[in-house]
């Protein structure tokens, strides 16, 4: 459902779709970024609209790596996920060396920004 149809299809389900994927991530111990995931990124919209209920999830992951996952998630947002959305979560953590290794490797998957023509 990624054209027209689909993303108003989104708009008007969103609420029931989060819901989906809170179910989807809350199975996997609140990483959620498994292929079952892939329609949360098939719209911006969506994908950012989820956003504040997967940072909730993944911060109560006992795995202690949730900042790999919140960058993860938003590098597969693509431009809808803010440069300040990456920065609020960093100042939310407590980081640990290891989350702070595999977050940082997040951040060299993340595209430059297209350059103005």
């Known amino acids: 459902m990624n054209d027209d149809a689909g993303r108003q299809f989104h708009l008007e389900h969103k609420q029931e779709i989060a819901a989906l994927a809170e179910q989807f991530s809350k199975a996997s111990g609140g990483l959620g970024l498994n292929k079952e995931m892939d329609f949360v990124f098939n719209?911006?919209?969506?994908?950012?609209?989820?956003?504040?209920?997967?940072?909730?999830?993944?911060?109560?992951?006992?795995?202690?790596?949730?900042?790999?996952?919140?960058?993860?998630?938003?590098?597969?947002?693509?431009?809808?996920?803010?440069?300040?959305?990456?920065?609020?979560?960093?100042?939310?953590?407590?980081?640990?060396?290891?989350?702070?290794?595999?977050?940082t490797n997040e951040l060299a998957n993340v595209p430059e920004p297209c350059a103005k023509r």
């Open 43 to 103: 719209d911006p919209r969506l994908a950012k609209y989820f956003w504040p209920r997967f940072a909730e999830l993944s911060r109560s992951n006992a795995r202690g790596d949730w900042l790999c996952r919140q960058w993860e998630y938003l590098r597969r947002m693509g431009q809808a996920a803010a440069v300040d959305i990456f920065v609020e979560s960093f100042r939310q953590t407590t980081l640990t060396v290891e989350d702070w290794g595999r977050a």
